[in-house]
């Protein structure tokens, strides 16, 4: 079972870029689905990008042109690009690995990192 384990939060004023990464023990990414997922305080969990394992991606309209979801199969890594962070953007960002077939709630999920937009 792979097990993501993300990384790259901090503090940042809005307008500003982040880049968080998620690299994953276990096994090989590449047979999994990826995402990322946000939770802001007092919100529910928010689907954010999903990177599938044959190529495809998809944004919520809300980070579309400006985050971008990426991989790397020789460092097991998948990396989400935030660029022109707003404050709305604040939460806990959580990366996730499912089975080719199953939905995002039955993956595996990571601790969270925390992003924080200064206005």
């Known amino acids: 079972q792979v097990q993501p384990v993300e990384s790259g939060g901090g503090l940042v004023q809005a307008g500003g870029s982040l880049r968080l990464s998620c690299a994953a023990s276990?096994?090989?990414?590449?047979?999994?689905?990826m995402g990322w997922f946000r939770q802001a305080p007092g919100k529910e969990r928010e689907f954010v990008t999903g990177s599938t394992w044959n190529g495809g991606s998809t944004y919520a309209d809300s980070v579309k042109g400006r985050f971008t979801i990426s991989r790397s199969n020789v460092k097991n890594t998948v990396y989400l690009q935030m660029n022109r962070l707003k404050p709305e953007d604040t939460a806990v960002y959580y990366c996730?690995?499912?089975?080719?077939?199953?939905?995002?709630?039955?993956?595996?999920w990571g601790q969270g990192t925390q992003v924080t937009v200064s206005s």
């Open positions: 996730v690995a499912t089975a080719i077939g199953n939905n995002w709630y039955s993956g595996s």
């Open positions: 276990g096994r090989t990414l590449r047979i999994y689905n």
